[in-house]
């Protein structure tokens, strides 16, 4: 499948017009990781946007010295979008589960091509929000569901005692 064809199946460029497929394309840099490979390590600077063209990367991070798998992202997703918003490092590491392939846009690039063609742009916008908003509609139910196992706990007596042992 050419690259523009796969481009217009993710969900940030669906509503790309063909040339601007094309033009996104061009600018797309492919990279193969092995099971097991870092694609990008948390804190350390992303200055690209990265779609998953094929394989499966785990998405985790270092929580007071343990590595919390958060999700794992497959075909079609694309990660890497915060450091278009703001010039900042890696909240997290993306690691390969299987053998994958991931195309990355240089933000330079990407930017340029966002301000020469602005009605690209505000499509690409409004689909970047589009899917914060959902993202962050998920973190909201995951916190959700954080807080019921907490207030159980709290209010389970047997946890409270084996609790307060464990602080003395």
Not at 33 to 47: S, V
């Amino acid at each position: 499948m050419e690259t523009a064809d796969f481009l217009k199946s993710v969900g940030l460029f669906a509503e790309f017009e063909t040339e601007e497929l094309q033009k996104l394309s061009s600018m797309m840099q492919a990279a193969t990781f092995h099971p097991g490979d870092i694609i990008l390590e948390e804190g350390n600077a992303n200055r690209a946007l990265h779609v998953l063209r094929s394989g499966r990367l785990r998405v985790v991070r270092q929580v007071h010295g343990s590595e919390v798998a958060l999700c794992d992202l497959m075909a079609g997703q694309t990660f890497g979008e915060l450091s278009i918003i703001e010039d900042c490092v890696a909240s997290a590491s993306l690691r390969a589960v299987t053998e994958a392939e991931v195309l990355s846009a240089p933000m330079n690039e990407l930017a340029r091509f966002l301000t020469e063609a602005p009605v690209a742009g505000a499509k690409f916008w409004r689909a970047i929000s589009l899917d914060l908003r959902r993202r962050l509609i998920q973190t909201n139910d995951v916190v959700a569901r954080y807080f019921e196992v907490n207030r159980a706990l709290i209010e389970n007596p047997t946890f409270r005692e084996a609790y307060a042992m464990c602080l003395r």
